[in-house]
């Protein structure tokens, strides 16, 4: 916490004095509530299961040591990798067209025209709607025969595909209903719109600098934090991805019909782990699914911090 | 912003490991609850016992009238009923140490549950109480049972047959339904129509249909448990996967997505066998009810699933799924939960709740009964769940994952993305290592 808000705490050469000290118990009693609730419901699960990825386990029986044979048996097994393909898909198509969309729709909402309010609440309404129910929403938006979307697709003479039936077509679908609810990125954009100093716009234009100048050069850096803050959450939950496959994929898993939709093209990679866990009860599997997961969710964040040094400029510098 | 990544993964695992925190407790949870001294029968408190139930609507409905009924004959018992269809809280409720007293299960679930421990074995109070198992339809008896140990008991069956659409067979100047795979390929080829440029109206059989049902057909067979081999590649299932395979190349996975996305909800009237989308269809026992409530005009038969003509031992072939009873581990009354499972389970409340829901009932002794006179269409299919050729799906530990492999591979086979022994081989590869 200390360290990313305020830079770093004040260092000294001497020990703490004795009132110093009192202090620092007292916090620390004060904070306890949170520092317990972290131990015992962060700490502890986080290395537990970080244990039981090295055995076999099915909830009934106590856990069975067997090294790394889980990682082993993960880097063999074809669903991993189908579950892999799928999401890095929704994670560097999806996640990069959601935030331009984003991005636009907060520079249509900047615009000072009456009832801007009215088309703010609109464009933020479907982030206030819950996945299940958007999910729904969805199947029938995108039925084939009477979906409004194929209806439009129809009318202007476009091919309508099967959407959620079609295993092309499943991910473009989400894709879609993941444009749906770009509203809730772009307020964050406006909100960061707004603090761009008009003076900018204003010296640019007097410049000469045309509207895609002052875009590409005045809003894209202005925003350049927000749009990293953006882009991490964003593949953060490209990798979590779960309901809309769990309600779209259809039907209860058991009696024989697998999670993952038509092909298995929406076995996203928390899909296969939830059928692991619950379906398969291999806890220890699917806790070694989630560590790879959160490696290599680390590595891409890390990956993209890295490479934001050279687009992300921070006003105080 | 590394934080972010780290608190997410924490989330993540933590959901995990809560599941595997509470399974440490088990022995420290229970009997905490109420407070009431478990055990011990001569107390004026009657034992209370939670029931979970995965029916909803008027099918939970059927199943409270008969909780009422032992209420009013067992007030020293009270059972308390609950609509519970999300089958992973039973999981969490029996880790976790604080289980319902009897629970509902589908049978496939039975053994693998079963064999980790999470549901006690039966077979003494079955001793003990003299429950005939005989009387109980082997096939649906035995997705509940393993290494001589039953872990629960069925209360409902399900088992499929072949519908057809009497007109659309006769238009097509077929005489009766076919007998023979061999004749319901031919069917099928009559029975589906194309129209302008190749575009499907009706299909005479959706090919992609329940492999299972026709691996039973073909003689098919999906383990080996003498050798304790799987066998996916068995010249039955085989058979089956290539007849699904045969059906679904006529048209091509394009052509069958642009049909199937034009086709209307199951329980609807648009049902596509109730328009006639479908000529044929293969389906359970409920159907001839929905049929009655959404089609009423609809002339349809039922008839046997076909077979492999070559061997005509295997008349009247099926796959049977079950509903079932079990006692999950942990209870604290058990002996109270056998009272209750056991008298759910007698020919008397069998038939009045099977009869409600228009499931068939798993003991032979009720095939005659006239309770299901009323019932569409169960005339046909209780004869037909006294078949010998009638089987479930092997328990096992293992058998949800197989289930699983077994209809991913069969959807890729279907739609080319992998050859029949390419994709049959790659289920043993998974599924083999597995068995114990």
Redesign the interface.
């Known amino acids: 916490m200390i360290d990313s808000i305020s830079g770093k705490t004040p260092s000294r050469k001497k020990g703490w004095t004795r009132r110093e000290w009192r202090y620092f118990w007292l916090g620390l009693v004060f904070a306890s509530p949170w520092i317990i609730g972290f131990l015992i419901f962060t700490v502890y699960p986080f290395f537990s299961s970080l244990y039981f990825s090295l055995t076999e386990y099915d909830l009934f029986n106590p856990p069975r040591w067997v090294g790394i044979d889980n990682y082993k048996a993960i880097m063999e097994d074809r669903s991993f990798y189908k579950s892999i393909t799928n999401t890095l898909f929704m994670a560097f198509i999806s996640v990069p067209i959601t935030l331009f969309s984003s991005l636009l729709i907060a520079m249509l909402l900047n615009f000072k025209v009456r009832g801007i309010n009215y088309y703010r609440t609109m464009f933020y309404l479907p982030a206030v709607i819950p996945g299940v129910a958007s999910a729904l929403l969805w199947t029938w938006m995108l039925n084939p025969d009477f979906g409004l979307v194929n209806m439009f697709l129809r009318w202007v003479g476009l091919p309508d595909p099967a959407w959620l039936l079609d295993p092309r077509f499943t991910k473009p679908s989400l894709v879609l209903m993941g444009l749906w609810g770009s509203g809730a990125g772009a307020l964050i954009f406006l909100a960061a719109l707004q603090g761009v100093p008009q003076t900018y716009y204003e010296a640019a234009q007097v410049d000469g600098a045309n509207w895609w100048h002052r875009f590409w050069k005045i809003t894209v850096p202005a925003l350049s934090p927000i749009i990293l803050f953006q882009l991490i959450m964003g593949l953060i939950g490209a990798f979590q991805i779960f309901t809309e496959s769990y309600i779209l994929a259809g039907g209860k898993a058991g009696s024989g019909s697998s999670l993952g939709g038509p092909g298995q093209s929406l076995l996203f990679y928390a899909v296969n782990l939830y059928q692991e866990a619950f379906i398969h009860l291999k806890m220890g599997y699917a806790s070694a699914l989630a560590w790879i997961l959160f490696i290599i969710v680390m590595l891409i964040t890390l990956l993209v911090l890295k490479t934001s040094k050279r687009w992300v400029y921070y006003g105080g510098e | ?6 608190i ?3 989330v ?3 959901l ?6 509470c ?1 440490g407790k088990k022995t420290a949870g229970s009997g905490s609850e109420s407070g009431e001294p478990a055990g011990g029968d001569a107390k004026k408190e009657p034992v209370e016992l939670s029931f979970w139930y995965g029916w909803t609507g008027t099918e939970a409905a059927a199943l409270e009238k008969l909780i009422r009924k032992w209420n009013d004959i067992r007030p020293d018992i009270r059972v308390k009923g609950l609509s519970q269809s999300d ?2 809280k039973q ?1 969490t409720a ?2 976790g140490g604080n289980p319902p007293d009897i629970a509902s299960n ?1 049978g ?2 039975v053994v ?2 079963g064999e ?3 549901m006690m074995p039966l077979d003494d109070y079955i001793k003990k109480d003299n429950v005939d198992l005989g009387d109980f339809v082997p096939a649906a008896l035995s997705s509940s049972q393993s290494d001589g140990k039953t872990y629960a008991l069925p209360i409902a069956m399900h088992v499929s047959m072949l519908f057809y659409n009497k007109e659309l067979l006769e238009k097509a100047g077929l005489n009766g339904p076919p007998e023979t795979m061999g004749q319901l390929k031919e069917y099928i080829a009559k029975l589906s129509v194309k129209e302008d440029g190749g575009k499907l109206q009706r299909l005479g059989l959706w090919p992609g249909v329940d492999a ?1 049902t026709f691996s039973y057909a073909y003689g098919g067979s999906y383990y080996d448990a003498e050798n304790k081999q799987v066998t996916p590649d068995n010249a039955g299932v085989k058979a089956a996967v290539e007849f699904g395979k045969g059906i679904w190349d006529q048209f091509g996975s394009k052509e069958l ?2 049909f ?3 086709l209307g909800q199951y329980m609807s009237p648009q049902n596509p066998f109730f328009t006639g989308k479908y000529a044929m269809t293969i389906d359970g026992e409920w159907l001839p009810t929905f049929i009655k409530q959404y089609a009423p005009n609809l002339q349809y038969g039922i008839a046997p699933i076909p077979y492999d003509e070559n061997n005509p031992s295997l008349k009247h072939p099926g796959n049977v ?1 079950t509903s079932v009873f079990y006692i999950p ?1 942990g209870v604290k009354h058990p002996d109270e939960s056998w009272k209750f499972l056991k008298w759910l389970t007698e020919p008397e409340q069998m038939a009045e709740f099977t009869a409600a829901i228009g499931n068939l009932p798993t003991r032979t002794s009720l095939q005659q009964h006239e309770i299901y006179k009323d019932v569409p269409g169960f005339q046909e299919f209780l004869q037909y769940s006294s078949s010998p050729n009638l089987h479930s ?1 092997p328990a096992t530990s ?1 058998s ?2 197989y ?6 591979q069969y ?2 086979i279907l ?1 080319g ?1 992998v050859g029949v022994d390419e994709g049959l081989k ?1 289920v043993k590869d ?1 599924i083999q290592p597995l068995v114990k």
């Open positions: 912003m590394k934080r972010k990544g780290s997410w993964g924490l993540f695992v933590l995990l490991a809560i599941l595997s925190g399974g089958y992973q999981l029996i880790t589908f496939q679930d693998p549950w980790r421990g999470a299972f997505d642009r199937a996305s034009g799924t581990k799906f293992f949800a994952e289930m699983t492999e077994f209809t991913t959807n890729a739609r993305e790659r998974k």
